[in-house]
Every structure is written in structure tokens, then in C-alpha cells.
């Protein structure tokens, strides 16, 4: 691990590290990437500890239970490993694939206006992208209300073809096929 001051300004957090595992300085890893272990794709990791930012380098990783765990170069035992509880994983968003045409990082979305449709078919602010999480069936947008939306409601929108009409990342801006009293 080594203490850095370049942490890069398009970072996108990609998991956390969760707890210690064995003796031997190992992990839990939470990784946000699918599949799960796309997260040891994306190196160096940057992590913010108590004692500021660090670059670490992944020197193993495995798949344990319905979980990852890994080994970082410099931590060898439980309390080197416990002081990292809890640190979240960064990368430079540019170590990231360029996403395909009509695919979006959930990082991209958040905070997006959502404009959907009132009764009379007008074009509302129905409020801001605050979180986006899996269902079995579809994605699910949480859109809260801000000072500009329709009312103070949050709504659940389904991330489907049928009500995600467009995604302009530009203005910054999602057109649904979603009523205000849906």
C-alpha cells in the first residue's frame, strides 16, 4: 500500500472492504461490478483509510463461499487487515470499458432529472435519481423530489424498455413513460 495524493478526479467506487478473514491479513471483499470478480479487472484500487488515501495492489484474490476474498501486498496479518475495514474500493473511471450505445454505468444515472408525463400527457419533473438496485426481474430507479419536482413523493421506476424512453447524459436528463400519480 502506498500513501498517494494523485487520487483520480473521475473515481467511481467499485466495492469496500468488509472484514478480515483468517490470520494472514486476507479481506472479505463487497464488489459492485457483475460478475463479481470483474472488481480484480479494474487495478490499482484506491481506498480512502484513516491515514488518507492509498494505492494497494491486489496480490491474490479467491472466490470463498458466495463471496471474494483477497490478499493485498502489505497486509499480513488480522490487524493490518482490520485497520482497512470498511475502506471503499475506487478506480479512475477511465480503467473502465467504454459503456455500448443504450448502456449506462449506474454512476452515470444517479442524480439525472427524471421528466416524466402528467395527465395530460405534459412533460413533469418527477424529482432526481438518488440510487439504482437489482430485482430479479429489472433494475429499479429510487427518484426522490427535489425543490423543482411535481410534488415531494419518491418513486420506484422500473429501468425498462417500455418506460425508459431516453437518457441524455449531456443535459443531464431521463425521459419515462411514467405517470406523476403511478
Given at each position: 500500500?502506498?500513501?498517494?495524493?494523485?487520487?483520480?478526479?473521475d473515481?467511481?467506487?467499485?466495492?469496500?472492504?468488509?472484514?478480515?478473514?483468517?490470520?494472514?491479513g486476507?479481506?472479505?471483499?463487497?464488489s459492485?461490478?457483475?460478475?463479481?470478480?470483474?472488481?480484480?479487472?479494474?487495478?490499482?484500487?484506491?481506498?480512502?483509510?484513516?491515514?488518507?488515501w492509498?494505492?494497494?495492489d491486489?496480490?491474490?484474490?479467491?472466490?470463498?463461499?458466495?463471496?471474494?476474498?483477497?490478499?493485498?501486498?502489505?497486509?499480513?496479518?488480522?490487524?493490518?487487515?482490520?485497520?482497512?475495514?470498511?475502506?471503499?474500493?475506487?478506480?479512475s473511471?477511465?480503467q473502465l470499458?467504454?459503456?455500448?450505445?443504450d448502456?449506462?454505468?449506474?454512476?452515470?444515472?444517479?442524480g439525472?432529472?427524471?421528466?416524466?408525463?402528467?395527465e395530460?400527457?405534459?412533460?413533469?419533473?418527477?424529482?432526481?435519481?438518488?440510487?439504482l438496485?437489482?430485482?430479479g426481474?429489472?433494475?429499479?430507479?429510487?427518484?426522490?423530489?427535489?425543490?423543482?419536482?411535481?410534488?415531494?413523493?419518491?418513486?420506484?421506476?422500473?429501468?425498462?424498455?417500455?418506460?425508459?424512453?431516453?437518457?441524455?447524459?449531456?443535459a443531464?436528463?431521463i425521459?419515462?413513460?411514467?405517470?406523476?400519480?403511478?
Amino acid at each position: 500500500m502506498t500513501p498517494t495524493q494523485n487520487v483520480p478526479e473521475d473515481r467511481i467506487q467499485i466495492g469496500q472492504l468488509r472484514s478480515a478473514y483468517g490470520l494472514n491479513g486476507w479481506l472479505w471483499v463487497y464488489s459492485n461490478t457483475e460478475p463479481m470478480s470483474n472488481i480484480f479487472d479494474y487495478l490499482p484500487w484506491y481506498i480512502e483509510t484513516k491515514a488518507g488515501w492509498q494505492i494497494v495492489d491486489v496480490k491474490r484474490w479467491k472466490p470463498h463461499g458466495k463471496g471474494l476474498v483477497v490478499a493485498l501486498k502489505g497486509v499480513s496479518d488480522r490487524t493490518a487487515a482490520d485497520n482497512l475495514v470498511g475502506a471503499n474500493i475506487w478506480i479512475s473511471k477511465a480503467q473502465l470499458p467504454k459503456a455500448d450505445v443504450d448502456e449506462f454505468y449506474w454512476s452515470d444515472l444517479k442524480g439525472l432529472t427524471v421528466l416524466g408525463l402528467n395527465e395530460d400527457e405534459q412533460e413533469v419533473n418527477l424529482g432526481q435519481i438518488h440510487e439504482l438496485f437489482e430485482t430479479g426481474a429489472n433494475d429499479v430507479m429510487v427518484v426522490r423530489a427535489t425543490s423543482d419536482s411535481i410534488d415531494g413523493e419518491e418513486r420506484m421506476i422500473p429501468w425498462h424498455k417500455d418506460v425508459v424512453q431516453r437518457v441524455d447524459l449531456e443535459a443531464g436528463r431521463i425521459y419515462v413513460n411514467w405517470g406523476v400519480d403511478y
